[in-house]
T-cell receptor, first 111, second 115 residues
């Protein structure tokens, strides 16, 4: 059974601060997705990373896939209240339609 | 275009009653998933439909849970004889197919409360 851990579980920061959240696993994955879920809504896909060492930027969000494709990080620069939400990572395996979702990092950005 | 829709958005029922939850996937998406999200937990996979293939029911927690997908589009998740531990948000997702890195598009969910 693969272990998937997201850290920290909770994070509360002031507007304008930078932060990084992590997704770590004991398994190697062919791809990894990050989703953001706001209260009362379903998760929304932010990015998919597929190559070890890959870095993708989405405005103030920077996503990195580890060289060994076992871990990933999400860095947010100058956080804004609109970044508040639950950040979920979901690794995938080649040939499998199933995604395994982590428990997420609940981020609160205080104005 | 329209996203994934789910109904009802909220459902309160009494223990022992049956409930039906509905999901309308994005038009043209052949893959459909049901997940359960309990407070403080991640998304728990329940069932997967792909085209006309037999569904993967490996995530259904008990035989009280069943799901069907009619005409390769709308899906219904049925929970019989509901129990309090069934209280959760039930999320439906669809994807274009199972090959494109499995990028899933989620509905807003149905919040089920069993009294």
């Amino acid at each position: 059974t693969q272990l998937l851990e997201q850290s920290p579980q909770f994070l509360s920061i002031q507007e304008g601060e930078n932060l990084t959240v992590y997704c770590n696993s004991s398994s190697v994955f062919s791809s990894l997705q990050w989703y953001r879920q706001e209260p009362g809504e379903g998760p929304v896909l932010l990015v998919t990373v597929v190559t070890g060492g890959e870095v993708k930027k989405l405005k103030r969000l920077t996503f990195q896939f580890g060289d060994a494709r076992k871990d990933s990080s999400l860095h947010i620069t100058a956080a804004q209240p609109g970044d508040t939400g639950l950040y979920l990572c979901a690794p995938g395996k080649a040939g499998s339609y199933q995604l395994t979702f982590g428990k997420g990092t609940k981020l609160s950005v205080i104005p | 275009g329209a996203g994934v829709s789910q109904s009802p958005s909220n459902k309160v029922t009494e223990k022992g009653k049956d409930v039906e939850l509905r999901c309308d996937p994005i038009s043209g998406h052949t893959a459909l998933y049901w997940y359960r999200q309990s407070l403080g937990q991640g998304l728990e996979f329940l069932i997967y439909f792909q085209g006309n293939s037999a569904p993967d029911k490996s995530g259904l927690p008990s035989d009280r849970f069943s799901a069907e997908r009619t005409g390769g589009s709308v899906s219904t998740l049925t929970i019989q004889r509901t129990q309090q531990e069934d209280s959760a948000v039930y999320l439906c997702a669809s994807s274009l197919d199972s090959e494109s890195y499995n990028e899933q598009f989620f509905g807003p969910g149905t919040r089920l409360t069993v009294l």
